[in-house]
């Protein structure tokens, strides 16, 4: 199973009415959620050309097993580009999302893991990751767009989930201190939440009534691939049936977080 993000009630995140036109700007109409910014999407467009001209390049020769090379580097321009220009995954047109999800198919399909999976449990602590994309429902409509899930592993047992806010009223951050176990043999991570705590109005880390209940429930990652850059997770679309059907959840290492929890 993929991540049960933290639930949010549709009177934290609604929007002001509209009598509150003080407010109004600060909200992004949910038709313009989907909008791709001209800056940003002009700058992806430009990575996009250059990474077609090292197309033939980067393939391998045909005697070469095909380990997914090129998929694997189009995919890290293009997440790192994203990021640079603060383009959600969320604001992708549909063309772009389906590409994107082509080169994680096949990552998963040919790459083997740099990192073994009994030795996830080893590489994880102190270490820090952001969901840099997604093609599983409950990521794209249940979230606000501007929501970015962060994991950070304080140590070998604890690891703080965390959703950050760009626009969201009031809210900005929410905080599911946790621990977690590595399943030595399929590389899966569960997560169990334990204190959950925000960052609301300034105000740091307060208790959230309603999501105490939170406490005790939790979640679990399928590692389908991980090199201690990029983890990949898999897990079977239930809503899908039996065709075989998968969704993805890529993760990219927050590489200046990592140094700071370690000084």
């Not at 989930?161 to 590389?187: C, M, N, P, R, W």
């Not at 691939?225 to 959840?249: A, H, L, P, V």
Request: charged share 20%; proline share 5%; aromatic share 10%.
């Amino acid at each position: 199973m993929g991540f049960s993000p933290l639930p949010f009630s549709t009177t934290t995140l609604s929007h002001p009415s509209s009598s509150s036109s003080s407010l109004s700007d600060r909200w992004m109409d949910s038709d313009r959620w989907i909008l791709s910014g001209p800056r940003s999407m002009t700058a992806l467009s430009a990575v996009n050309k250059k990474s077609q001209q090292k197309q033939k390049q980067s393939r391998p020769p045909p005697n070469v097993p095909n380990m997914a090379d090129f998929e694997y580097q189009e995919l890290s321009i293009q997440l790192k580009a994203m990021k640079e220009q603060d383009v959600r995954y969320t604001q992708l047109q549909a063309d772009k999302r389906l590409e994107l999800e082509g080169y994680i198919t096949r990552i998963v399909e040919r790459r083997p893991s740099i990192v073994p999976m009994n030795r996830l449990a080893e590489v994880l602590p102190q270490t820090s990751w952001h969901l840099a994309f997604s093609t599983e429902p409950i990521m794209n409509d249940a979230l606000p767009k501007d929501a970015t899930i962060t994991l950070d592993f304080v140590n070998e047992e604890q690891v703080n989930y965390a959703l950050e806010f760009a626009k969201t009223l009031g809210l900005k951050k929410l905080t599911a201190q946790s621990s977690f176990q590595v399943d030595k043999a399929t590389g899966g991570v569960n997560i169990q939440y334990q204190t959950i705590t925000t960052d609301v109005f300034g105000l740091k880390n307060l208790g959230v009534g309603a999501f105490g209940l939170l406490q005790g429930r939790g979640t679990n990652i399928a590692t389908a691939y991980f090199d201690g850059r990029m983890w990949i997770e898999q897990c079977t679309d239930k809503n899908i049936g039996s065709n075989n059907s998968y969704y993805y959840n890529v993760y990219v290492r927050n590489e200046q977080v990592d140094s700071n929890q370690k000084n």
